[in-house]
């Protein structure tokens, strides 16, 4: 079974700049997830998908951040302006159900470093 | 809201030493997992506990959900080398978010 899939690895941006980030689930897994990890932290969730709607945004700072989930497959997440605090690794993770009732499975992430 | 403490924040042990991790919630749970994240890796699901006083083992790892439900641990007997990583815990309920916990970072002396 291929994994969650995500690019680019990495990201170097300066600030104001814009940024893009692209995942594609494991086949067949409903839910989609976005995830922000700042070094040292836990995942902080930014945006929940169910098939190509949105179950939970209510951390996504949507001034700045935008996602979505064309088709109920595959994933963006942009950032337009970023600031120097979005520096973090972004994680996409897919699920069969909605809830935690089965394991995330999630991408290698990208790090975005922004200067 | 729900409101998740994980403690320690970094346990440093000597190989083949004990190693436990806890995760405490300010409300009842669904359910709660287990992560392990490598140094520069990502989030690697290791298990689901759902029933209360629920315990399952894998090898060397022990899991307990509490009989309220609103706490867990993660025990690791006997450490190696390859258990080095951080150790989240993913909290679910079905009247707040999912969330995950601060972590708990364990390093090893040889």
């Known amino acids: 079974e291929a994994g969650v899939a995500q690019s680019p690895r990495y990201k170097i941006i300066e600030k104001r700049q814009s940024v893009a980030f692209w995942c594609n689930p494991i086949s067949g897994h409903a839910t989609l997830y976005w995830y922000q990890q700042i070094l040292g932290q836990g995942p902080k969730l930014l945006i929940q998908f169910q098939n190509n709607g949105v179950v939970d945004d209510s951390q996504l700072p949507k001034d700045r951040f935008s996602a979505e ?18 520096s973090a690794v972004y994680l996409c993770a897919s699920s069969q159900d909605r809830g935690p009732g089965y394991g995330y499975t999630f991408g290698s992430g990208t790090r975005l470093t922004v200067v | 809201g729900q409101q998740v403490m994980q403690i320690p924040q970094y346990q440093h042990v000597q190989e083949g030493e004990d190693f436990t991790t806890y995760c405490n919630s300010s409300t009842t749970l669904s359910n709660i997992q287990w992560y392990k994240q490598r140094p520069g890796g990502h989030p690697v699901f290791l298990i689901q506990l ?18 309220a439900k609103k706490n867990s641990s993660l025990h690791i ?21 999912i969330i995950f916990g601060s972590g708990t970072r364990l390093s090893i002396r040889p």
């Not at chain 2, 209360?52 to 959900?65: A, C, H």
């Not at chain 2, 150790?87 to 079905?94: D, E, K, M, T």
């Open chain 2, 50 to 67: 759902v029933k209360s006083g629920e315990v399952k083992k894998q090898k060397r790892l022990t899991f307990q959900f509490g009989e």
């Open chain 1, 69 to 86: 989930r064309l088709k109920g497959v595959d994933s963006t997440l942009k950032i337009q302006p970023a600031k120097l605090e979005d």
């Open chain 2, 77 to 97: 007997t006997a450490t190696q080398t390859t258990d080095v990583g951080t150790y989240f815990c993913l909290l679910g309920s079905s009247a707040s978010k």
